[in-house]
Nanobody
């Protein structure tokens, strides 16, 4: 069972950028879709962006135009480029296979604050 390890979070000022990475413990080439989620304090986990194996990308409205999801099957890694960050983007970010959820990792904390 492939599991995922998130990294790349940190503290950034509003308007700044971060690039998150999601490293899989095995091959992702056969995984049809992968996704980024986030969970802010006191709120349920939210689906942020999804990428399918052919490369179709779907974003939640609040990040569309600011975030870009990508995947590199040769490196078994998925990425989330986050630009024009806002305080409301503050959350713990997770990645997973939306078609077959595996145990959640620890996530990576993103804090947007001046």
């Amino acid at each position: 069972q492939v599991q995922f390890v998130e990294s790349g979070g940190g503290l950034v000022q509003p308007g700044g950028s971060l690039r998150l990475s999601c490293a899989a413990t095995g091959s992702i080439s056969s995984i049809s879709a992968m996704a980024w989620y986030r969970q802010a304090p006191g709120k349920p986990r939210q689906l942020v962006a999804t990428i399918t194996r052919p490369g179709t990308k779907i974003y939640t409205d609040s990040v569309s135009g600011r975030f870009t999801i990508s995947r590199d099957n040769t490196k078994n890694t998925m990425y989330l480029q986050m630009n024009s960050l806002k305080p409301e983007d503050t959350a713990v970010y997770y990645c997973n296979n939306p078609s077959a959820i595996t145990p959640w990792g620890q996530g990576t904390q993103v804090t947007v604050s001046s």
